[in-house]
């Protein structure tokens, strides 16, 4: 494919597994095209909440999600040229999520669909530091797993000395010589994010994050052959149409909690809520704020509400304004960590409960710790729908989205049920979250509605 002057051009950065080092490759490389002046913006692939808000520390540009198996075809290709424009870009790299073929379903909405979708070339990263010419065998596999696809380059992480550097060259000449080997990354201890039980600790969190992003510039600037890594980068495949419908607002006025316990918020659904015409205030529950006394809506998003139940349960400023707002009819809408501030009450890691808004049936427990995992698709219950106006929709109204967390439901009745819920197999997982007239919520992330003729 040529490149089509005027069209951002993408890349995608990938690797066999999690754990390879794309992350801190993928910031280095942001950081360093920033520093130098080249007009650059990045995407993320696959539900991912944390990784995003790295690239835009790098950046200083929005990082939007790209999902294959979540996202409706017109909404991915909306998404990514929405993220190509950002700040006038003449590049958008988009990191991958977990091995270049894991997806939903085996290898179904995996890095490498998304590359066959958009056309944008792949880059693999590959952790050498425990192999040598084996990682050659390594190349040649992720060359040959899917019949006329393959990355076009690779880039050797975690490299000892000048003798292990020529031998991985040598084993990729030989395994895959129409792979252009970019560069070796040398080990370097001090390039290592700290992370916890739901991901890295959040970007917002680290008070030396500029000085991370530019030593991770400097390694990538001295080790990769950036200029040639540019090149390799084509034009988006799929042409876009007109705007698709968004996730609807849930409201005119939308109050949203943005603090260190509730960062875990799309960008693109805020985008979608902006474009209807909603608008978007926030607020700090961390900070005891309350949500503003002219929004008709709330939004509690996910994050980290189990390490903050203390401060959460005593913020009393904050509790009493969503009390207030139910009172009023105003619409509140949880999701996971939010969801949980819903309830009664909370149990941290050290077994204390902590009080909270009780404005659902709810009891949940970060002591005892239970991983729950995977996509979701989910059908709005008709109650739940009609008691709250429609607010998320129709009755029957599907969406796809995501679950991820590690805490245990102590109790979750009476009450009517959110959603009806299966895994991306299509599995019954039965009845999920909980709504009271306007007040609802459930531990999945929304990521996309389901149009009625989409499969």
């Given amino acids: 494919m040529n490149k089509t002057p005027g069209l951002t051009n993408g890349l995608i950065i990938a690797a066999p597994s999690s754990g390879s080092g794309k992350t801190v490759l993928t910031l280095g490389l942001l950081r360093h095209l920033s520093r130098i ?8 692939a696959g539900p991912d909440y944390i990784d995003p808000a ?19 075809p017109a909404l991915l290709n909306h998404t990514a040229a929405l993220g190509a424009k950002a700040g ?45 010419a084996s990682a050659g065998a390594v190349l040649r596999g992720f060359a040959t797993h899917r019949p006329h696809f393959s990355p076009v380059a690779v880039v050797f992480n975690r490299v000892g000395g000048e003798r292990h550097r020529d031998v991985l060259s040598k084993a990729a000449e030989a395994a895959a010589p129409n792979i252009k080997v970019l560069g070796f990354v040398p ?45 390799l980068a084509q034009p988006l495949k ?20 943005d603090d260190e316990a509730f960062s ?32 008709d809506a709330v939004y509690l998003p996910g994050g980290y509400p189990e390490l903050h139940g203390y401060r959460l349960g005593t913020a009393n400023v904050f509790m009493d304004g969503l009390k207030e707002a139910a009172d009023k009819g105003t619409v509140i809408f949880g999701e996971c960590g939010g969801y949980m ?19 659902l049936p709810l009891e949940t427990s970060f002591a005892r710790r239970k991983l729950h995992l995977g996509y979701r698709q989910v ?46 197999a299509g599995d019954d997982l039965g009845l999920a979250g909980l709504a009271d007239g306007r007040v609802m919520g459930s531990f999945i992330h929304l990521i996309d509605r389901v149009a009625d003729d989409d499969t």
């Fill in 37 to 44: 002046g080249t007009p650059v913006a990045s995407l993320k």
């Fill in 54 to 72: 790295f690239h835009t520390a790098a950046t200083d540009q929005p990082c939007y999600n790209l999902d294959p198996w979540a996202m409706r």
């Fill in 88 to 132: 006038g870009a003449t590049t958008v790299i988009c990191e991958g999520v977990m091995g270049l073929f894991d997806g939903a379903i085996m290898e179904q909405g995996s890095t490498a669909d998304l590359a066959e979708i958009t056309g944008w070339p792949v880059i693999l990263i590959i952790d050498a530091a425990a192999q040598g």
């Fill in 187 to 231: 080990r370097q201890v001090d390039l290592q994010l700290p992370d916890r039980h739901l991901g890295l600790v959040q970007a917002r969190e680290h008070h030396d994050l500029e000085d991370f992003l530019d030593t991770a510039a400097d390694l990538v600037a001295k080790n990769i052959d950036v200029d040639a890594l540019l090149a």
């Fill in 238 to 257: 799929q042409s876009v149409s007109d705007k698709p419908e968004f996730i609807k607002p849930l409201g005119q006025r939308i109050a949203i909690a």
């Fill in 264 to 295: 875990f918020r799309y960008p693109l659904i805020l985008e979608g809520w902006r474009a209807a015409g909603a608008e978007l205030s926030f607020f700090s529950p961390l900070d005891d704020e309350a949500p503003g006394h002219d929004a």
């Fill in 341 to 359: 501030v819903l309830g009664k009450g909370l149990i941290d890691a050290d077994g204390e409960r902590h009080v909270m808004a009780g404005l």
């Fill in 379 to 424: 059908e709005l219950d008709a109650g739940a729908s009609l008691g709250s106006g429609g607010v998320l929709g129709a009755p029957g109204q599907r969406f796809r989205g995501h679950e991820f967390h590690y805490a245990s439901v102590i109790n979750e009745s009476p009450g009517a049920p959110l959603f009806k819920s299966s895994n991306a």
